[in-house]
């Protein structure tokens, strides 16, 4: 079947859009500074190849358009949806992530994490037509109902732009913790919902929480926020029609990071699902109600569930599994009997639910992480984000279609096959997670885990970031593994993914993968590097304080040996550990080893009692504020 | 405390000095309705420390909580256990734009958004003390008066800083009172005046008072009435500044001072926990009751509750001194008074012992001028 659709989307690659992808690459127009450049350069033996990476899409109101966005190629690609070919690409800002179109299609809206701004592209012309600066690491987006104002989620600056679109100007942020994500404006224009990546910052004791923010949309001010225990990685949001009930279904994902890792042998570590979100209305309850569903089987997990969408009249839904490259298709009536026959206290941990009512699991490209279905209600559309392809489904049947090809190299590099395995969770016992899945964005899920050792809540450590780790060995906190070699091969095999592992090629191209991740652009750094009258303060203090001693500049801030800053708790079994690299610092909270310390500050007001982690107790609270506008800036 | 050092002449000079000098005798409209929220009708504490309007939601924040007003009822008790940083709640500032509370409170500061809080400490943050005593929002800086000094918190990059005795003029750290002008920003500062912030220009100023602690005005425009400033109030109307202290009232429109002590003025008491004002109505929270001045005319009209009848007395002192009185069956819930604030032309009055409601009564004002300009 494979074959057959590649031929089909070779077929329809249309003449302008090879001449587009061909004058792009003989112009040499792919930006500098993006993976891109960073993953051809780096890794050894590496084709040098131009993936797109489409991550969202969305059809045109008529349903006749698909326009796709493609984050590594920072281009639009619009697709015929009869024909499905391409009909036209258009150049965006740095590291495109979503996609709004305005409601009477005219307009698309794209948002730019790495540029923090929003194209205005015409539809029709397919160019540029504005450029709106937004917040830090802009993402998920939607417009209103009239189409006048455009809400952005920033997932960097933890805020939600309002953007009036009249004027092009910035109204106003509202706060969303944390890492903002996915935003959906309500059937009836009255609210958007946000979603979060990460979850709120708690105690390294404490499960996680994650916030689901409600704006109305007349006050454009946050109406609700929704708080969901025990869960991280809120997703997409898909809203079932009124007529069946009008509640929301979020993916996420669940996972029982206070329990040793080690019992990923027996199952029920990381588990994916859904919230079901009932709204509050007018008269009722005071608050909306949530109640949490397992997608995966007992035997078998279905990591990274990211897309989500209900056929128009609502009788199903479709989630994506990122991590294990499939579709759920949920029917929507068994759900509802689930929901009503096992209580909202039992359900979030039943692995018996999915069975009920997930009525097909389809197999997809790489990383699925959205799903669209058509305005008619007659196809479901996949963005396979690793394969630079499309999976068309047929509704109500429910079968794959085709797949669409959507220009990328044909050839898969080392550091594409390492991405694609660094998003595989089959790697893993019983396909319970990917190493995306707790590293989305190959960045942090912000909370602790009970890694290697057996007893429950020993060495408990705080994940880390995986941007710009290059040169940063050795690894762990505890610092024992030498290289990423190491740290990907047998540990993974055997403390958490209780399998077989990668074989010797897929651990050296896993490998090169994760040595390619680029850091993201410093928000706190002005872009002529100068730094602001408190970040030279700070950067005086530092030098001063003797902090280069173990955090030197001229390795990304770190010695790269263990050290003991006393900062080891109850449970841990020794106080050495990896002196972290310090860039982007800002991005990475919780902070410490053990994610206890859940701001820069809390590092030395609170866990520093003994001077032991630099001699700070002789510092007053403005040298503190300007030390860390200074660490900022790394 | 230097009560008895005063020189009456020097008092009659002050009188002559801040008559408004279109004084007209007339009468302002009287508050002679009055609901009071208190421990009996669903307050959680007694006292009452300030009061924010939203719409038609009234915010009050007490000893021992933050409470919510809808439609005369007290709908939501919120304090600790609900998130909130600390159950004393010193000060409240809606931003307009997003609809978030900032509240102040004597264990740090918290937001609350779409009901829930984020709580911000000197641990966590850049918080210079967890004593806090005012916010205030001006576009998207958070401005927090704190016993160690005055934050600036910008809320797009997070960046706190700290200004203190250490890097502006002030003579103590301790700060009371922040009021969002119009380029400017004042905050009151106990024992150090009232110090001035120009946004554009990035710098400090300082308005103390000249003659040291002396609670005396020697001669016109000598300025600020006492350094101890308890609270402070910008009139967008008037473009004028309204400082509170513990020794009279001042305000400052950029050129003149006008300082008020109750010894020749309808000034409840020189103790003034703060003030607001807007056109030509200056109110003072006083520890004897709430007295109101109409700058304009130079008539002052004070309520307070009659500790004998239980009932309401409001005390009208013209601008050639002549004072009536007359008696409302209802009144504020306490003489002494922290807070207040405007709802329409509705008023909302923090005191010791619950929050007051003063409803405007359209329809009586004219009988109710009348009676009062009769003595009735």
């Given at each position: 079947?494979?074959?057959?659709s590649?031929?089909?989307t070779?077929?329809?690659?249309t003449?302008?859009?090879?001449?587009?992808?061909?004058?792009?690459?003989?112009?040499?127009?792919?930006?500098?500074?993006t993976?891109?450049?960073q993953?051809?350069?780096?890794?050894?033996?590496a084709v040098?190849?131009?993936?797109?990476?489409p991550t969202?899409?969305?059809?045109?109101?008529?349903?006749?358009k698909?326009y796709?966005?493609?984050?590594?190629?920072?281009s639009?690609?619009?697709?015929?949806a009869?024909?499905?070919?391409?009909?036209?690409?258009?150049?965006?800002?740095?590291?495109p992530?979503?996609l709004?179109v305005?409601?009477?299609?005219k307009s698309?809206?794209?948002?730019?994490?790495?540029?923090?701004?929003v194209s205005v592209?015409?539809?029709?012309?397919?160019?540029?037509?504005q450029?709106?600066?937004?917040?830090w690491?802009?993402?998920?987006?939607?417009?209103?109902?009239?189409?006048k104002?455009?809400?952005?989620?920033?997932?960097?600056?933890?805020?939600?732009?309002?953007?009036?679109?009249a004027?092009?100007?910035?109204?106003?942020?509202?706060v969303?913790?944390?890492?903002?994500?996915?935003v959906?404006?309500?059937?009836?224009?009255?609210?958007?919902?946000?979603?979060?990546?990460?979850?709120?910052?708690?105690?390294?004791?404490?499960?996680?929480?994650?916030?689901?923010?409600i704006?109305?949309?007349?006050k454009?001010?946050v109406a609700?926020r929704?708080?969901?225990?025990?869960?991280?990685e809120l997703?997409?949001?898909a809203?079932?029609?009124a007529?069946q009930?009008g509640?929301?279904?979020?993916?996420?994902?669940?996972?029982?990071?206070l329990?040793?890792?080690?019992?990923v042998?027996?199952?029920?570590?990381l588990?994916?699902g859904?919230?079901?979100?009932?709204?509050?209305?007018?008269?009722?309850?005071?608050?909306?109600?949530?109640?949490?569903?397992?997608?995966?089987?007992?035997d078998?997990?279905?990591?990274?569930?990211?897309?989500?969408?209900?056929?128009?009249?609502?009788?199903?839904?479709l989630?994506?599994?990122?991590?294990?490259?499939?579709?759920?298709?949920?029917?929507?009536?068994?759900?509802?009997?689930?929901?009503?026959?096992?209580?909202?206290?039992?359900?979030?941990?039943?692995?018996?639910s999915?069975?009920?009512?997930?009525v097909?699991?389809?197999?997809?490209?790489s990383?699925?992480?959205?799903?669209e279905?058509?305005?008619d209600?007659?196809t479901?559309?996949v963005?396979?984000r690793?394969?630079?392809?499309?999976?068309?489904?047929?509704?109500p049947?429910?079968?794959?279609r085709?797949?669409?090809?959507l220009?990328?190299p044909?050839?898969?590099?080392?550091?594409?096959?390492g991405?694609?395995?660094?998003?595989?969770?089959k790697?893993?016992?019983q396909?319970?997670?990917a190493?995306?899945?707790?590293?989305?964005?190959d960045?942090?899920d912000g909370?602790?885990?009970n890694?290697?050792?057996?007893?429950?809540?020993?060495d408990?450590?705080?994940?880390?970031?995986?941007?710009?780790?290059?040169?940063?060995?050795?690894?762990?906190?505890?610092?024992?593994?030498?290289?990423?070699?190491?740290?990907?091969?047998?540990?993974?095999?055997?403390f958490?993914?209780?399998?077989?592992?990668?074989?010797?090629?897929?651990?050296?191209?896993?490998?090169?993968?994760i040595?390619?991740?680029?850091l993201?652009?410093?928000?706190?750094?002005?872009?002529?590097r100068?730094?602001?009258?408190?970040?030279?303060?700070?950067?005086?203090?530092f030098?001063?304080?003797?902090?280069?001693?173990?955090?030197?500049?001229?390795?990304?801030?770190?010695?790269?040996?263990?050290?003991?800053?006393?900062?080891?708790a109850?449970?841990?079994t020794?106080g050495?550990?990896?002196?972290?690299?310090?860039?982007?610092?800002?991005?990475?909270?919780?902070?410490?080893?053990?994610?206890?310390a859940?701001?820069?500050?809390?590092?030395?007001?609170?866990?520093?009692?003994?001077?032991?982690?630099?001699v700070?107790s002789?510092?007053?609270?403005?040298?503190?504020?300007?030390l860390?506008?200074?660490l900022?800036?790394? | 405390?230097?009560s008895?050092?005063?020189?009456?002449w020097?008092?009659c000079?002050?009188?002559?000095?801040c008559?408004?000098?279109t004084a007209?005798?007339?009468?302002?409209a009287?508050?002679?309705?009055?609901?009071?929220?208190?421990?009996?009708n669903?307050?959680?504490?007694?006292?009452?420390?300030?009061?924010?309007?939203?719409?038609?939601?009234?915010?009050?924040?007490?000893e021992?909580?933050?409470?919510?007003?809808?439609?005369?009822?007290?709908?939501?008790?919120?304090?600790?256990?609900d998130g909130?940083?600390?159950r004393?709640?010193?000060?409240?500032?809606?931003?307009?734009?997003?609809?978030?509370?900032?509240?102040?409170?004597?264990?740090?500061?918290?937001r609350y958004?779409?009901?829930?809080?984020?709580n911000f400490?000197?641990?966590?943050t850049?918080?210079?003390?967890?004593?806090?005593?005012?916010?205030?929002?001006?576009?998207?800086i958070l401005?927090?008066?704190?016993?160690?000094?005055?934050?600036?918190l910008?809320?797009?990059?997070?960046?706190?800083?700290?200004?203190?005795?250490?890097?502006?003029?002030?003579?103590?750290?301790?700060?009371?009172?922040?009021?969002v002008?119009?380029?400017?920003?004042?905050?009151a500062?106990?024992?150090?005046?009232?110090l001035?912030?120009d946004?554009a220009?990035?710098?400090w100023?300082?308005?103390?008072?000249?003659?040291?602690?002396?609670e005396?005005?020697l001669?016109?425009?000598?300025g600020?009435i006492?350094?101890?400033?308890?609270?402070?109030?910008?009139?967008?109307?008037?473009k004028?500044?309204?400082?509170?202290?513990?020794?009279?009232?001042?305000g400052y429109?950029?050129?003149?001072?006008?300082?008020?002590?109750?010894?020749?003025?309808?000034?409840?008491?020189?103790f003034?926990?703060a003030?607001?004002?807007?056109?030509?109505?200056?109110w003072a929270?006083?520890?004897?009751?709430l007295?109101?001045?109409?700058?304009?005319?130079?008539?002052?009209?004070?309520?307070?509750?009659?500790q004998?009848?239980?009932?309401?007395?409001?005390?009208?002192?013209g601008?050639?001194k002549?004072?009536?009185?007359?008696?409302?069956?209802?009144?504020?819930a306490?003489?002494?008074?922290?807070?207040?604030?405007f709802q329409?032309d509705?008023?909302?009055?923090?005191?010791?012992?619950?929050?007051s409601?003063?409803?405007?009564e359209?329809?009586k004002?004219?009988?109710?001028n009348?009676?009062?300009?009769?003595?009735?």
């Open positions: 079947m494979k074959e057959a590649q031929k089909r070779i077929r329809s690659m003449l302008p859009t090879l001449l587009a992808t061909a004058s792009v690459i003989a112009m040499g127009l792919w930006p500098a500074g993976s891109k450049a993953v051809s350069g780096t890794a050894t033996g040098a190849s131009n993936y797109l990476t969202e899409a969305k059809f045109s109101p008529d349903g006749a698909l796709v966005v493609c984050e590594d190629d920072d639009v690609l619009v697709v015929d009869r024909t499905q070919r391409t009909l036209g690409r258009v150049k965006v800002g740095h590291k992530r979503g709004a305005s409601p009477d299609g698309l809206y794209v948002a730019n994490e790495w540029s923090d701004t592209v015409d539809a029709a012309a397919l160019r540029v037509r450029t709106l600066p937004t917040g690491g802009p993402v998920g987006l939607t417009t209103d109902k009239p189409g104002t455009l809400y952005v989620a920033n997932s960097i600056g933890n805020d939600i732009s309002v953007l009036d679109l004027t092009g100007t910035e109204l106003k942020r509202l969303s913790l944390r890492s903002p994500h996915y959906e404006l309500s059937r009836d224009g009255r609210q958007v919902f946000v979603t979060n990546l990460l979850p709120h910052l708690v105690s390294p004791d404490e499960s996680p929480v994650s916030e689901f923010v704006i109305d949309t007349q454009q001010t609700e929704i708080l969901i225990p025990g869960v991280l997703r997409h949001i809203e079932a029609p007529a009930g509640y929301l279904l979020v993916p996420l994902m669940r996972p029982k990071n329990n040793p890792l080690i019992q042998a027996n199952g029920w570590i588990t994916h859904m919230a079901i979100v009932r709204l509050a209305k007018p008269g009722g309850a005071a608050r909306s109600e949530v109640t949490q569903i397992l997608l995966d089987d007992m078998y997990y279905y990591a990274g569930a990211d897309g989500a969408a209900f056929t128009p009249d609502g009788r199903y839904a989630v994506t599994h990122a991590d294990a490259a499939m579709v759920s298709v949920i029917d929507t009536g068994l759900l509802r009997k689930r929901l009503q026959s096992v209580s909202t206290g039992e359900l979030p941990n039943r692995l018996d999915a069975r009920e009512f997930v097909r699991r389809l197999q997809t490209e990383n699925p992480t959205d799903v279905v058509s305005p209600g007659r479901a559309v963005v396979n690793l394969d630079d392809s499309l999976t068309v489904l047929s509704i049947g429910f079968q794959v085709s797949r669409i090809d220009g990328g044909k050839e898969v590099s080392v550091l594409r096959h991405q694609q395995l660094f998003h595989d969770a790697f893993c016992f396909g319970q997670f190493c995306a899945t707790c590293h989305p964005d960045h942090i909370v602790a885990w890694l290697e050792t057996p007893q429950l809540g020993r408990r450590v705080a994940n880390r970031t995986l941007r710009g780790i290059a040169e940063t060995a050795p690894y762990k906190w505890n610092g024992h593994n030498p290289d990423l070699e190491t740290q990907c091969g047998p540990r993974i095999a055997k958490l993914f209780h399998s077989e592992g990668f074989n010797a090629k897929q651990l050296a191209d896993l490998v090169s993968f040595k390619s991740i680029p993201p652009p410093n928000r706190h750094l002005a872009e002529d100068q730094l602001t009258p408190a970040q030279e303060r700070g950067r005086n203090i030098f001063q304080k003797a902090c280069d001693t173990c955090h030197p500049p001229a390795t990304h801030y770190t010695a790269r040996i263990s050290s003991d800053v006393g900062t080891a109850k449970y841990d020794s050495l550990f990896d002196i972290p690299q310090l860039d982007r610092i800002y991005e990475k909270p919780p902070y410490l080893h053990n994610g206890e859940q701001s820069l500050e809390e590092i030395w007001t609170i866990y520093n009692p003994t001077d032991k982690h630099g700070t002789d510092m007053t609270k403005e040298q503190l504020n300007d860390i506008e200074f900022k800036s790394l | 405390m230097k008895g050092q005063r020189n009456h020097l008092g000079l002050v009188g002559l000095l008559i408004a000098p007209l005798a007339q009468t302002p009287l508050y002679t309705k009055w609901e009071n929220f208190t421990t009996a669903g307050m959680p504490d007694a006292k009452v420390f300030c009061v924010a309007i939203d719409g038609d939601r009234v915010w009050a924040g007490t021992n909580g933050l409470v919510l007003i809808e439609n005369s009822k007290v709908v939501k008790v919120l304090g600790t256990a909130l940083v600390n004393v709640v010193t000060g409240i500032a809606i931003d307009k734009k997003t609809g978030d509370l900032w509240l102040a409170t004597f264990g740090g500061v918290s958004s779409g009901g829930t809080f984020e400490t000197s641990l966590r850049g918080l210079a003390n967890d004593i806090v005593y005012a916010v205030a929002i001006q576009d998207d401005w927090v008066a704190t016993t160690a000094g005055i934050n600036k910008n809320l797009r990059t997070g960046e706190w800083s700290i200004v203190s005795e250490r890097t502006a003029p002030m003579h103590e750290p301790w700060s009371y009172g922040i009021a002008g119009e380029g400017k920003v004042y905050f500062v106990w024992g150090g005046g009232v001035e912030y946004i220009g990035d710098y100023k300082p308005y103390t008072d000249p003659d040291g602690e002396m005396l005005v001669f016109k425009n000598q600020l006492h350094i101890i400033v308890s609270n402070i109030s910008y009139n967008h109307d008037t004028m500044f309204w400082a509170s202290t513990y020794f009279g009232m001042s429109d950029g050129h003149n001072w006008y300082n008020y002590l109750s010894m020749d003025s309808g000034l409840a008491s020189d003034i926990n003030t607001q004002t807007r056109g030509d109505d200056v929270c006083t520890d004897k009751g007295s109101y001045l109409n700058f304009k005319t130079n008539t002052w009209v004070t309520y307070r509750p009659n004998k009848t239980g009932h309401g007395e409001i005390v009208i002192t601008p050639d002549k004072v009536t009185t007359r008696e409302t069956p209802t009144t504020l306490h003489n002494y008074i922290l807070n207040m604030t329409g509705d008023i909302w009055v923090a005191t010791a012992a619950g929050l409601h003063g409803m405007h359209s329809h004002e004219g009988k109710t009348e009676q009062a300009r009769n003595g009735r």
